[in-house]
């Protein structure tokens, strides 16, 4: 029961306990069926990361995002969630650092960038009646009050296949920054995040394993340069992911 009690308090929907014997069962069967999409994640996860445990926090704290010196995460374009669409991240010790897990469908037009205790950071919206396909995030402050953190859109030009879009960041809202997200390789989610004056900031492409062989196309490592905010290069993998529909 210990083991399952990590997804089910992930879980959005509450399961309440109820002693009739006509709903221990289904009760019962539930709780079979999550400890075993856990088990199964876990072997999944042993692939991806040799040190990576559903049971392990991170070492990074939810409000030390930035760091002096280069970052090196495993993104999973999976979530831990049974019959959920989203990714996980995981740090260098194999820890849990952020997690989107979409309950409602694939490609949803809201969702919710997480920590690993479920905490909202920010969310993310698709921009209704656009001509171009826009994304917004949202930092959360703790109320109903949002405030725009970012703006992923796709420029005007005529090269409808080549996977360029601008970004806008205002963490500074007096004086915002301007990036490019760029993809390249054959997976849809690798791509590059950089300054729109020049300089890498972020990069993302297909993990392999120690032989070199790469453990799919779901499966990336990301790289993040000093000083650069690392729930913010996730958040735009996470934008990324869902234009491009690896999401």
């Known amino acids: 029961m210990a083991r399952c009690e990590f997804l089910l308090r992930m879980k959005s929907a509450s399961i309440v306990y ?8 289904p009760l019962r069967s539930c709780l079979q069926g999550v400890c075993s999409a856990r088990n199964n994640s876990a072997d999944r996860m042993a ?14 704290t939810s409000c030390d995002r ?20 989203g990714c996980t991240v995981f740090d260098s010790s194999g820890g849990i650092v952020y997690r989107v897990d979409n309950y409602d469908c694939e490609r949803s037009s809201e969702v919710y960038f997480m920590n690993r205790e479920g905490k909202v950071l920010f969310t993310i919206l698709k921009k209704k009646c656009s001509l171009f396909k826009t994304w917004n995030g949202f930092r959360s402050t703790g109320s109903e009050e949002r405030r725009t953190l970012f703006q992923v859109k ?9 996977s360029l879009y601008e970004v806008t960041v205002w963490t500074d809202e007096n004086q915002p920054s301007y990036y490019f997200i760029q993809g390249h390789g054959n997976s849809r989610s690798a791509c590059s995040i950089t300054r729109r004056l020049g300089g890498l900031m972020a990069e993302v492409k297909e993990k392999k394993s120690s032989s070199g062989v790469s453990l799919g196309d779901d499966v990336l490592t990301m790289t993040v340069e000093p000083e650069f905010d690392h729930s913010l290069a996730a958040g735009l993998l996470v934008v990324y992911g869902l234009l491009n529909h690896s999401l």
């Not at 109820?18 to 069962?25: I, P, Y």
């Not at 692939?47 to 990074?60: E, F, N, R, V, Y």
């Not at 930035?66 to 669409?85: C, N, Y």
């Open 66 to 85: 930035t760091a002096a010196k280069r970052e090196v995460f495993t993104v999973w374009m999976k979530s831990l969630i049974m019959s959920s669409k």
């Open 18 to 25: 109820n002693k009739d014997s006509n709903r221990e069962a």
């Open 47 to 60: 692939k991806i990361h040799p040190k990576a445990t559903l049971d392990l926090p991170s070492q990074a």
């Open 154 to 162: 796709k420029p005007l030009n005529f090269k409808k296949r080549e």
